[in-house]
């Protein structure tokens, strides 16, 4: 039972480089969302969908992509990354109006 | 523009002390207020509040919510060293679809 996973788990990129990460959930989820944590922060809603080939602007989206392709997955892409980019990156997933679950977190250092 | 403000931003308890944590909301069209623990890692669920004046408890935990005022409070009692946490608490509403932020969170230290 799976639940929500992201990959990868860690990354370490140079400025201007590209990269995806991915997030796949198991639950049937019609919501799915991506925040990013900085130190001392909450959580900062960056691009955020409500169904299969649906995506949304969140609260900082950017500098960052997202496609929603198939219902279970939810790619969030960094076409440029800059050292700003540099945080943990959380994937969630829910039904409408429910709790969100979280996955593990990507660690993104950007030099 | 949405916003959650939450207080105290950091608190320090001493064990068996009990705590008052604040969640305060402006969201377009809200529909509920969820509240989090995050330890180092990905947060955990708590509750999930919709109705005004319904304390919900879990353990020694237990959260409000009052639609009139947009606030919420999330109370521990009898605090204990494993109840360190950085809480979060998350109100749901939106323009054209719903979605879901999150406040600063509070960071709690509670010492023996």
Known sequence: NAGVTQTPKFRVLKTGQSMTLLCAQDMNHEYMYWYRQDPGMGLRLIHYSVGEGTTAKGEVPDGYNVSRLKKQNFLLGLESAAPSQTSVYFCASSEKREKLFFGSGTQLSVL | ?112
């Open chain 2, 1 to 112: 523009e949405d916003k959650v403000v939450q207080s105290p931003l950091s608190l320090v308890v001493h064990e068996g002390d009990t705590v008052t944590l604040n969640c305060s909301y402006e969201v377009t069209n809200f529909r509920s207020l969820l509240w989090y623990k995050q330890e180092k890692k990905a947060p955990t669920f708590l509750f999930m509040l919709t109705s005004s004046g319904i304390e919900k408890k879990s353990g020694r935990l237990s959260s409000i919510l009052d639609k009139k005022e947009l606030f919420s409070i999330l109370n521990i009692t009898a605090t204990q060293t494993g109840d360190s946490a950085v809480y979060l608490c998350a109100p749901e509403g939106g323009t054209s679809y719903d979605k879901v932020i999150f406040g600063p969170g509070t960071s709690l230290s509670v010492i023996p």
